[in-house]
C-alpha cells in the first residue's frame, strides 16, 4: 500500500508539474488615437506655404480638392507667390469651430505679407476627417485674395506709364 501511495504522489507531482494555471493578465485599456485638430492643419499650410513646400502643402487638401486641381497648380501658385514676395506673417481662429458632420468649418483670419505690404484676409475653411487626419476641403489659393491685388498694382504701374 505504501508502494501504490508513493507511486500516486509521484504521479500527482509530476502530473501537477506538467500543467501551468495562468496567471490572469491585466486588461488591457483601450487605447484611442485622437486626431490632430483642424487648426494644426492651418498651422502646417502656413508653414509648408512659407516655405514654398508644394508636394507637402498638396498632401493637406482632401481626396475631393485633389481630383479638380493637380500639384502642378500648387507649384505655379508658389511660384508666383515667390516672385511677388507674399508670406503669410500670421493666421488666427476668429470665433468658434462649427461642426456639421463631416466638416469642421474655421474661420481663419490670415495676415498676408506682399512687398512690404501687409493686408488681412478671412477666410470660412472647411476640414473633412480623412485618412486620420482633418484635410482642407476647399481650393484656398483663391480665397487668399492677393492675385487680386498685385493685378490691381500692375494696372497702377502701367495706368502711371
Known amino acids: 500500500m505504501r508502494k501504490i501511495w508513493l507511486v500516486g504522489l509521484f504521479l500527482t ?3 501537477t508539474a506538467c500543467v501551468t494555471i495562468p496567471t490572469p493578465e491585466p486588461e488591457k485599456t483601450p487605447r484611442f488615437i485622437t486626431p490632430i485638430p483642424p487648426q494644426e492643419t492651418v498651422h502646417r499650410f502656413v508653414r509648408y506655404y512659407n516655405e514654398r513646400n508644394s508636394s507637402m502643402l498638396y498632401s493637406l487638401f482632401s481626396e475631393k480638392v485633389r481630383a479638380n486641381h493637380t500639384v502642378e497648380e500648387v507649384e505655379n501658385h508658389l511660384r508666383l507667390a ?7 506673417v500670421e493666421w488666427k481662429q ?8 463631416p466638416y469642421r468649418f474655421l474661420n481663419v483670419s490670415f495676415i498676408l505679407q506682399l ?5 488681412n484676409v ?3 475653411l472647411p476640414t473633412v476627417f480623412e485618412n486620420g487626419d482633418f484635410l482642407i ?8 485674395g492677393w492675385e ?14
Open 13 to 15: 507531482t509530476i502530473f
Open 82 to 88: 515667390e516672385v511677388y514676395g507674399v508670406k503669410i
Open 94 to 101: 476668429v470665433g468658434k469651430e462649427r461642426i456639421l458632420h
Open 115 to 119: 512687398d512690404g505690404n501687409v493686408s
Open 122 to 124: 478671412t477666410v470660412l
Open 137 to 144: 476641403d476647399k481650393w484656398i489659393f483663391r480665397e487668399l
Open 148 to 161: 487680386e491685388i498685385v493685378m490691381e498694382q500692375e494696372q497702377q504701374k502701367s495706368v502711371r506709364l
